[in-house]
């Protein structure tokens, strides 16, 4: 089977946080053992749309894989019109949260591409990958039998593959840190606070039960909570640790704190394994999973900073986002976080559709509180 070169790419954009694509390094696993990878950070690289053109020019890719927000759609429109001008042979494919949320009309936006992604992609990119190594067309049957693909039939309607949810991530392996070199990313890590330095984001859970109205993330990842093993964890930190020099871990978890023995278990490994770092959770845990007990095992093991979803300071507008929480358990869970002497971050939403300016000026009011 011919190997493939494959390019993984994380478009530019501007931004106040800068942090290795980690799921563009899990996507490399799946694919690396048969075909060659690069993975390119536009933001960390500035791969503006000019020093695209330039980079597509220089290279001979046969793939190339973009991952998608909904505020990089213009820049990515240009990126594939350069790659249709410079190597109109390549296969383009786009995955990510855009297309995952609204994989319908994908190819409305993006006429040019190949095919997308809705979902987690490590298990339809491998298959996809194998057939392109193949085969030079893919009939629909093939096409109709990949994880998650979102494709075109002859008929150029769009279909979208059921999405699988594995079970086992530890069958993932690590990312390709590798090829994502995380030590040699500037201080810029997700949170924009740090005590150590270099950082290294690692998740742990994938998959969210909850259904606050202002988040999509159970379209990537499903509404289940599938957990890694803590030993496979410790694993990975370990070698980030004393392969790539991390002093510390940004856990980058929707729902870290869900299982509390899970939880438990990892301060106490983290602890026995003697690694001097320190680690966070910058993107946030549900106030009501903490405990004062669950609070002291993390600190003792190295958390110094926790990040909470507040979201409002309107009963009114947290029930509209049916957030689960009021305010009265934010506040006690807050004083909690200070009493076990950890470092509090907040996010709040302005501007959510049902919310007055009251409801704006309570919201102030409560983050000042």
Known sequence: MPR??????RPYSKSDELIPPFG???????????????????IKEEITTERFRDFIEKNNFDVIGIQLFTFNVNTVKNYVEIIKQAKREAKIILG?????????????YFPEISWAFKGEAEVGLARL???????????????????GLIWRNQDNQTKVNQQIFVENLDS????????????????APHGAFFKNYPVAPVIITRGCPFYCT???????????????????????????????GIREIHIEDDNFTMDRNMVLEFCQKLKENNLNITWTCPNGVRLDTLDKELLLAMKQSGLYSVSVGIE?????????????????????KVALLKEAGLDVSGFFILGYPTETRKDILETIAFSKE
């Open 24 to 42: 563009l390094g899990y996507l490399a696993t799946a694919i690396r053992a048969k075909h060659e990878v690069e993975v390119v950070d536009g």
């Open 129 to 147: 990958m194998y057939l392109l190594g193949q085969k030079k067309e893919l009939s629909e049957s093939d096409l109709a039998d990949i994880p």
């Open 96 to 108: 990510g949260p855009h297309p995952s949320c609204d994989p319908e009309n994908i190819f409305h």
């Open 312 to 332: 409002s300071g309107s009963e009114k507008v947290l029930k509209d986002m049916r957030k689960g929480l009021t305010k009265e358990k934010i506040k006690e």
């Open 214 to 244: 202002y988040c999509a993330g159970s379209l990537v990842s499903g509404r289940k909570i599938r957990k890694r093993s803590i030993d496979s964890v410790i694993e990975e930190i370990k070698e980030l640790y004393h392969q790539y």
């Open 4 to 9: 493939l070169k494959v390019l993984l790419l």
């Open 172 to 187: 993932f392996g690590f990312p390709s840190w590798d090829l994502l070199r995380p030590d040699t990313y500037p201080l």
